[in-house]
């Protein structure tokens, strides 16, 4: 099982560039996560979704968006990149709101 | 005040010390609580999960204090391996969100 994964692992961009960071589990959860993490700030969370075809607003939500097509995978996609953006982006899975949550390995986007 | 607070750290101990740190939770409705460990650029993973009666693993123990509203976790005979950021997680009740801290350095040296 690959658990959590996350592509891509690197990324640059061009302010104003678009993209798309994908997530898939084969663990079966149906809560799915995306944060971000920069230094001194902690993780802080982007969107969520308690299932398949829902979706819903985190702590930061504002200049990205989700989608949750599948159960098993999770985009966030950034329509036009900024600096402020710069972050390394974690994506996670979990049974429920109570429960464990699994991490991806991280995707490290600078945009320029 | 925040949610969940961290003291930031860094707690810098000699290999073999003991060493804890707390977490302090702000909603006494927080329901479910665990600690996850970070290493530098890498993904958080799951340490231990804290229950009422407490939870012990190894050298590792982690406790629940929900008068005082905090939990804790305890490193016995630390190894240099310990060496990473250690994240409190938080979970309140009827929330699908649960809440991290931002973290405690742990830097174990020879």
């Known amino acids: 099982n690959a658990g959590v994964t996350q592509t891509p692992k690197f990324r640059v961009l061009k302010t104003g560039q678009s993209m798309t960071l994908l997530c898939a589990q084969d663990?079966?959860?149906?809560?799915m996560y995306w944060y971000r993490q920069d230094p001194g700030m902690g993780l802080r969370l982007i969107h969520y979704s308690v299932g398949e075809g829902t979706t819903a607003k985190g702590e930061v939500p504002d200049g990205y968006n989700v989608s949750r097509l599948k159960k098993q995978n999770f985009l966030l996609g950034l329509e036009s990149a900024a600096p402020s953006q710069t972050s390394v982006y974690f994506c996670a899975t979990g049974r429920g709101p109570t429960d464990t949550q699994y991490f991806g390995p991280g995707t490290r986007l600078t945009v320029l | 005040r925040k949610e969940v607070e961290q003291d930031p750290g860094p707690f810098n101990v000699p290999e073999g010390a003991t060493v804890a740190f707390n977490c302090t939770y702000s909603n006494s409705a927080s329901q479910s609580f665990f600690w996850y460990r970070q290493d530098c650029r890498k993904e958080p993973k799951l340490l231990m999960s804290?229950?009422?009666s407490g939870n012990e693993d190894g050298r590792f123990t982690a406790q629940l204090n929900r008068a005082s509203q905090y939990i804790s976790l305890l490193i016995r005979d630390s190894k240099l391996s310990d060496s990473a950021t250690y994240l409190c997680?938080?979970?309140?009740?009827?929330?699908?969100?649960?809440?991290f801290g931002r973290g405690t350095s742990l830097i174990v040296h020879p």
């Open positions: 663990m079966n959860h149906e809560y």
């Open positions: 997680v938080v979970n309140v009740g009827g929330s699908y969100i649960p809440t």
């Open positions: 804290v229950y009422s």
